[in-house]
């Protein structure tokens, strides 16, 4: 087993800012042993290495049988967990190959010609990390989400562009309230655009309103830019412009004046934070995202981490969570050995959305939601899955709302659909019409394990 970092407290400051901390934190190294790479390495305190010749790997690799994301190493408490992430020509480890392993010490990961080592320093480095285990209405106790917090709330005293980046969930819009709450401009608006709904012919009133100077008090007329004045606008999911609008966005940022009817320009006065869920640098080079804005918008940059690798902060979560449920819930070790086991795809949103019908099932007297994340189909007595979801879901915003059922509605497929083949691949396959390599996909992105499926049809019968 790898060392594991410990937090020690050892200072204290202020207690806006929460406790200092000064962490142990073993950095590891992921090098090139033999290949055309040989000597190149990388070494991090960051919880994920992704290899591959794409040149947004961590490790970029010049060898020509690696794929451009081959493989990746995620540091989890149990140890390094290596993961093949689709490579064309497999990973191996001893000869075999391998999906998906603990490394053991002194391995030899093999991927094309190339043949890696990865070792966790026996000493560790003291790095200081705010010790404070939230940040506005964030959570997190792990030393990733520590760091996230420090980063934030240094971001947050400077009045500089952010982009805010990670998977559905994870708390986008959490933080970037959080930052407009600690920062200057705290008393005033905090507008949200969601860029999924700007399209390029509401760009122009949306964004920028049909603004005459004189009328800049007339709401009708003031666009988003003119509505947060004084104060931080969130561009949610800016990935999903379209490239003209981003064009329009890119002169108004430049300028900082919104144009106006009257030809007047009326200047703007506000914060920009993006947030997105899709790698933009990515974009950036399929030239699906300006670079300009790019560089505009990602000035600052934070990352929040999938919760499936900073699983130590669900008992945290989970009971911060459930303290804001209409109703309450039960949290026992067997529950939270349940959670710890799941890979959570909708990250902190979906953990809150479980509690939530646990909270449910127990106030209609069914005390065995707990199994509910290993028997998906399992309902509330006498009410059908449907009704179910449409209690929930009426009171949720609409995109949680459409995550919450989509979520839903797949793991009751593929676990009804298991069911019925009897948990024969080859015929889920070919019911579901999907390719094997889909089906293990999705099934394992619906944290369904054929074990804990047929472990649960072993209980109902
Ligand atoms: N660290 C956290 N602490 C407490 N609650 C959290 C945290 N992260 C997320 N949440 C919860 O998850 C929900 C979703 O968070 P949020 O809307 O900020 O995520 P997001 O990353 O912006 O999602 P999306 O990309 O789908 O819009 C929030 O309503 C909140 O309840």
């Known amino acids: 087993m790898e060392p594991r970092p410990e937090v020690t407290q050892t200072t204290q400051t202020d207690k806006e800012e929460g406790r200092t901390t000064r962490v142990p934190i073993h950095e590891w190294t992921v090098e090139v042993v033999s290949g055309p790479d040989k000597g190149k390495k990388v ?62 010490r002194g391995d030899k990961v093999e991927l094309g010609k190339t043949k890696l080592a990865v070792k966790v320093s026996a000493k560790p480095t003291e790095v200081e990390l705010a010790g404070a285990e939230s940040f506005g209405a964030l959570v997190g106790s792990s030393e990733k989400m520590r760091w996230v917090f420090t980063e934030l709330r ?19 819009e959490l933080a970037a309230r959080a930052v407009h709450q600690h920062s200057a401009r705290r008393h005033g608006p905090f507008k949200v655009v969601d ?12 964004l920028f309103g049909g603004l005459r ?29 379209p490239l003209m609008v981003q064009g329009k966005l890119l002169r108004v940022l430049d300028a900082r004046e919104v144009p106006s009817l009257d030809g007047q320009p009326v200047p703007v006065d506000v914060r920009v934070i993006a947030s997105t869920h899709r790698n933009l640098e990515e974009d950036v080079r399929q030239g699906r995202f300006r670079a300009d804005l790019y560089f505009r918008l990602a000035v600052a940059r934070v990352r929040l981490p999938p919760l499936r ?40 949103r979906e953990l809150r959305n479980v509690l939530e ?19 998906p ?28 059922v989509l979520a839903d509605f797949e793991r009751l497929y593929f676990a009804e659909v298991m069911r019925t083949v009897g948990f024969d691949m080859k015929a889920a396959e070919q019911r579901t019409g999907l390719s094997m390599q889909s089906l293990y996909r999705l099934l394992k992105k619906n944290g369904l394990r054929l074990k804990d499926l047929k472990n649960a049809e072993g209980l109902e019968k």
């Open 43 to 104: 070494t991090t305190q960051d919880g994920l290495v992704r290899v591959g010749s794409d040149p947004a790997s961590d490790l970029v690799l010049t060898d020509t049988t690696v794929s451009r994301r081959h493989l990746e190493v995620e540091r989890t408490p149990r140890g390094l967990l290596l993961r093949d992430t689709g490579s064309r020509n497999g990973t191996f480890l001893d000869g075999r190959q391998v999906l998906q392993a603990y490394l053991g």
């Open 357 to 375: 019908r646990g909270a449910l099932m127990e106030e209609t007297g069914n005390t065995s939601w707990l199994d509910f994340l290993a028997q």
């Open 154 to 172: 240094r971001v947050a005293r400077e009045d500089m562009s952010l982009l805010i980046e990670g998977e559905t969930g994870t708390g986008k």
């Open 377 to 404: 189909s399992r309902r509330p007595e006498g009410q059908p899955p449907g009704n179910h979801v449409a209690t929930l879901v009426t009171g949720m915003p609409y995109h949680e709302a459409k995550d919450r």
């Open 309 to 348: 690798t900073r699983r130590e902060d669900l008992p945290s979560l989970a009971q911060a969570l459930s303290q804001t449920l209409r109703a309450s819930v039960t949290l026992t070790p067997q529950t939270l050995a349940l959670f710890e086991g799941y890979d959570w795809p909708g990250n902190v």
């Open 213 to 241: 100077a004189s009328d800049a008090e007339d709401k009708e007329a003031r666009g988003v830019f003119e509505a947060a004045r004084g104060g931080t606008l969130f561009l949610d999911e800016v990935g999903e412009l």
């Open 195 to 206: 860029c999924n709904l700007i399209s390029e012919e509401k760009a122009e009133r949306e």
